[in-house]
């Protein structure tokens, strides 16, 4: 039998929860915010509430973003998976990001690099550190797990690790799918049980 590796990657997308069903939250995006945002894309609320993307490797994430409602400057309703960058609401109009935000929810996400078995409950970043980019065709983030610096020092530490290597792939000759919990959350929803 022959198994399908996914190599491109895709950003971070929900694969369980501690309660069984995640968790999506609507969030503002104010109107004409200058960046595009992908579902998949980990993601950081501004001290105003409001959606965007992060800043800094050691930012904390509020969650993963998973879409977005908006009435467009001409009025017409749109749905897309990804933020358009300055896109102009209609006025008196908002935009509504979904964020996954669950409780120690675990993604699936692709690794820079194949994966060891020695890295399992270890501590990595994102590539970007930022983790921007994606396509407008698949609305799909391209953010993936940086395993180049991974280590096993306690989570929060110098080198800005914001992710838990929680499982690597099962799929015979995958060696980059890879299972995680964000460690650095923004806010309780995210906090640890």
């Known amino acids: 039998m022959v198994f399908s590796v996914k190599s491109t990657p895709a950003g971070f997308t929900p694969v369980r929860s501690q309660t069984g069903t995640e968790r999506v939250n609507e969030y503002e995006i104010a109107s004409a915010y200058g960046t595009s945002m992908f579902a998949g894309q980990p993601v950081r609320l501004s001290t105003g509430g409001q959606v965007n993307v992060l800043a800094a490797a050691a930012d904390p994430i509020a969650g993963v973003f998973d879409g977005v409602f908006y009435v467009e400057s001409d009025g017409n309703v749109v749905f897309r998976p990804y933020w358009p960058a300055s896109t102009a609401l209609q006025t008196g109009s908002v935009a509504n990001a979904k964020l996954i935000d669950t409780r120690n929810q675990s993604f699936i996400a692709l690794a820079n690099a194949d994966l060891t078995q020695a ?43 914001v992710v838990q290597i929680i499982e690597l792939s099962k799929k015979p000759g995958d060696l980059r799918s890879v299972i995680v919990q964000f460690i650095r959350p923004q806010y309780a929803n995210w906090a640890a049980a």
């Open 119 to 161: 890295m399992m409950f270890e501590y990595s970043d994102l590539t970007p550190a930022t983790a921007t980019g994606g396509s407008t065709v698949t609305g799909r983030s391209t953010a993936q797990v940086d395993v180049s610096a991974t280590d096993d020092v306690g989570g929060i530490d110098a080198t800005n690790n």
